[in-house]
């Protein structure tokens, strides 16, 4: 079955940037996903399914994004290799704005491979490959390093890393 991939990423990237100016779309990017998916990344693979939990981890997820001055995520290129007849891999190069807590602006570039299963009458995403997010933020100093994490008191984020970095 013929899909527009680039479409569907353009069409994620949009329900992204809905979620960080605050739309509630979860059930609209949790629609994207399988039943069931699979998550790999420096920390190691995971399983997802759409359920509750997923529902949190999306909400803290946009929280998070918030909080660190993302403003914006675009699919700017994608590149696909079918599998077989229902199955595609796609590569998607993203670009993402941020704000800086000094005012300054920051553009990030990073991709994600994704797994899809085309088999249907729109793809689903049955699971992704995705970078160290949270090394990227620290170079960038979006968060503080590890280091200065555990150096300086007061409030930490109440999202575990592992469930930052698993929401592309």
Same mark, same amino acid.
């Given at each position: 079955?013929?899909?527009?991939?680039?479409?569907?990423? #353009?069409?994620?990237?949009?329900?992204?940037?809905?979620?960080?100016? =605050?739309? !509630?779309?979860?059930?609209?990017?949790?629609?994207?996903?399988?039943? +069931?998916?699979?998550?790999? =990344?420096?920390?190691? $693979?995971?399983? @997802?399914?759409?359920?509750?939990?997923?529902?949190?981890?999306?909400?803290?997820?946009?929280?998070?994004?918030?909080? *660190? @001055?993302?403003? +914006?995520?675009?699919?700017?290129?994608?590149?696909?290799?079918?599998?077989?007849?229902? &199955?595609?891999?796609? +590569? $998607?190069?993203?670009?993402?704005?941020? *704000? +800086?807590?000094?005012?300054?602006?920051?553009?990030? #570039?990073?991709? $994600?491979?994704?797994?899809?299963?085309?088999?249907?009458?729109?793809?689903?995403?049955? @699971?992704? $490959?995705? @970078?160290?997010?949270?090394?990227?933020?620290?170079?960038?100093?979006?968060?503080? &390093?590890?280091?200065?994490?555990?150096?300086?008191?007061?409030?930490? !984020?109440?999202?575990? #890393?592992?469930?930052? &970095?698993?929401? &592309?």
């Amino acid at each position: 079955m013929p899909h527009n991939i680039p479409a569907f990423f #353009e069409s994620y990237a949009n329900l992204y940037n809905r979620a960080l100016a =605050g739309e !509630s779309v979860f059930d609209e990017i949790m629609d994207r996903f399988s039943a +069931k998916f699979i998550a790999a =990344g420096p920390q190691g $693979v995971s399983t @997802g399914k759409q359920d509750a939990t997923f529902r949190r981890t999306l909400q803290k997820g946009y929280n998070f994004y918030r909080q *660190i @001055g993302t403003r +914006k995520m675009t699919a700017k290129r994608v590149e696909t290799t079918p599998i077989d007849a229902n &199955h595609t891999m796609a +590569k $998607v190069f993203y670009g993402a704005d941020y *704000i +800086k807590g000094d005012g300054s602006p920051l553009k990030i #570039e990073f991709d $994600v491979t994704y797994f899809l299963d085309t088999s249907r009458v729109k793809p689903k995403i049955f @699971g992704f $490959v995705a @970078g160290d997010e949270m090394a990227i933020y620290r170079q960038h100093g979006l968060i503080p &390093h590890e280091s200065q994490q555990l150096a300086k008191p007061g409030p930490r !984020s109440r999202t575990p #890393e592992s469930d930052r &970095h698993r929401l &592309h």
